[in-house]
Structure formats: structure tokens, C-alpha cells
């Protein structure tokens, strides 16, 4: 089984569960990876989780509220040697709300390579659904 620590220390991409964010976070820290705490614990829809995305990943305060300047602002997040999002609460969102940041999550981390870094998605705890 790979481990979060395993995909960090191979600069991967993607979306993944975890039972491990501590060691996540002391992973990537040691790596040098950007750490973005994303937690959706406290709300259920589209303008909360936009927000919190928008705060999360310091987006600019002009970022608009869709899913399509949500996509086209996480193309700029772009850490060197990576970046690691640690994502508690998904399973607090609404469905629809969670598979579509699913979606753009799991697009971004696929469009690593060449000059673009590592994006590697945790969904914490072993109840979240990512």
C-alpha cells in the first residue's frame, strides 16, 4: 500500500485518501513541499467551499465565485517541488459540491509535469469520501 509519505517522497500527483495527515504534513514540510489546510467541516455548498478554497490558497479577493475561476486560479498554484493539500470535511459538502472539486482537484494534479509542480490532494480521515 502506498503510503502519503511514499507519494510525496516520489513528487506525486493526484487525489488521495489518508488515515495519516500528520504525517503528511511533517512529510511534505521536510520535503519543502507548500502545505494548504483545506477544511469544509463547516459548510455544505458551492459559495462556502468556494470560499474556503479562496482563503486556503490565498486566491486574489477579484477571484469569482464559479468552478471555472476556481480551475483557472488553481493552474497558477504552482509550488516548487510541490504542492500538498490536505483536505478535511469533503464528506460535509454536498455531493454535487464535492464531485465537482473532485473533478478540478483530479484535473490540476494531471496537468503536473514539465514546469508545472506536483499538486497531491489528501482527503483526511478514513469516514471522507473524496
Not at 487525489?15 to 469544509?40: Q, S
Not at 470560499?51 to 468552478?67: H, I, K, T, Y
Not at 459540491?97 to 514539465?114: K, L, Q, S
Request: glycine letters at 12%; proline letters at 7%; hydrophobic letters at 40%.
Amino acid at each position: 500500500m502506498t503510503t502519503p509519505v511514499d507519494l510525496i517522497t516520489a513528487g506525486s500527483s493526484g487525489l488521495h485518501p489518508t488515515d495519516a495527515p500528520a504525517a503528511a504534513r511533517a512529510a511534505g514540510e521536510d520535503a519543502g513541499w507548500r502545505i494548504v489546510d483545506l477544511d469544509t467541516s463547516a459548510g455544505h455548498d458551492k459559495p462556502y467551499f468556494l470560499d474556503v478554497c479562496r482563503q486556503a490558497f490565498s486566491l486574489p479577493e477579484w477571484f469569482g465565485g464559479n468552478w471555472d475561476a476556481l480551475a483557472d486560479s488553481l493552474s497558477d498554484v504552482n509550488a516548487r517541488p510541490g504542492t500538498l493539500v490536505l483536505w478535511h470535511g469533503a464528506g460535509a459538502l454536498d455531493p454535487a459540491v464535492r464531485e465537482t472539486a473532485v473533478e478540478i482537484f483530479t484535473e490540476r494534479a494531471d496537468r503536473t509535469g514539465g514546469s508545472i509542480g506536483p499538486f497531491l490532494v489528501l482527503v483526511g480521515g478514513s469516514t471522507e469520501t473524496p
